[in-house]
């Protein structure tokens, strides 16, 4: 039987540099078997004031901590490392990223509920994971989803993001079946982990809010500048040479 690992990292920080401090997880064998992993872990790189805004994990929760390739988790994410089983996280790209500069080398099949939300919930602006905990009322059912997995629940706190996104999951796999019936929903999320979004409206710069498709007809000057001088998402870029095409 498949396994299913959700995960999140909370990290000294975003850049080339950075890396993984504190790993939560749950490692899904089945609906009443799942294990729960929480660990903090050490490194030499700093932690970044910026970073330390976000999640609260200053210097002196690290000290006599595990390195990171001596953590619990780390030892069950190799463990589990085929395609028969699932690797899901909010926005895997940046994960995933991090999990690399430890060593991995990823055989999972990957399954990002950013992109998927996007996808199947396209009605809803931002599909940052704490909008849509209150946009989609996952919050009416975290307490009793912690208080049964023994969970914690903090927003940018690794582990209270992966219950908050177990809720997620849960209602994504519920559309995808009623929108694909005929197809595995965890398949089905694959194939939309891999497959670009074409997005409708800006959400940042001058056109914040506007349709994509308009601007793209009406000043084709600032989206060449955009593509020739930002470091644009995968979305953005996919949805830009799509409306240039037509």
């Known amino acids: ?13 975003a850049g080339e540099n950075d890396r993984i401090i504190q790993f939560g997880a749950m490692i899904v064998h089945n609906k009443n078997e799942i294990d729960v992993y929480d660990e903090l872990c050490s490194t030499e790189v700093p932690i970044s004031i910026e970073a330390m805004e976000i999640h609260n994990i200053i210097p002196d929760k690290l000290i006599g901590k595990p390195t990171f390739n001596e953590l619990a988790i780390v030892k069950e994410i190799h463990r589990y490392n085929s395609c028969e089983n699932y690797l899901i996280a909010h926005n895997i790209s940046f994960d995933l990223g991090m999990l690399k500069k430890e060593g991995f080398e990823n055989n999972y099949t990957l399954i990002d509920t ?19 905990r209150y946009a989609l009322e996952l919050y009416k059912s975290e307490d ?36 694909y019936p005929n197809i595995n929903p965890m398949i089905k999320l694959a194939e939309l982990t891999n497959t670009p979004v074409l997005l409708k409206t800006f959400k940042f710069g001058k ?9 793209v007809k009406t000043d084709t000057g600032y989206i060449n500048w955009m593509k020739n001088n930002m470091d644009l998402a995968e979305d953005l870029v996919y949805t830009l040479k799509y409306y240039q095409n037509r």
Do not use: N, W
């Open 1 to 13: 039987m498949a396994k299913y690992i959700l995960f999140d990292t909370e990290t000294t920080g």
């Open 114 to 132: 950013l992109r998927c939300a996007k996808h199947l919930l396209d009605d809803i602006p931002y599909h940052r994971l704490q909008y849509l």
């Open 144 to 179: 009793s989803e912690a208080t049964k997995l023994g969970v914690s629940i903090k927003a940018h706190d690794a582990i209270g993001d992966v219950l908050i996104m177990k809720l997620l999951l849960s209602k994504l796999v519920k559309i995808t079946q009623d929108r």
């Open 207 to 215: 056109y914040k809010d506007r349709a994509i498709e308009e601007i």
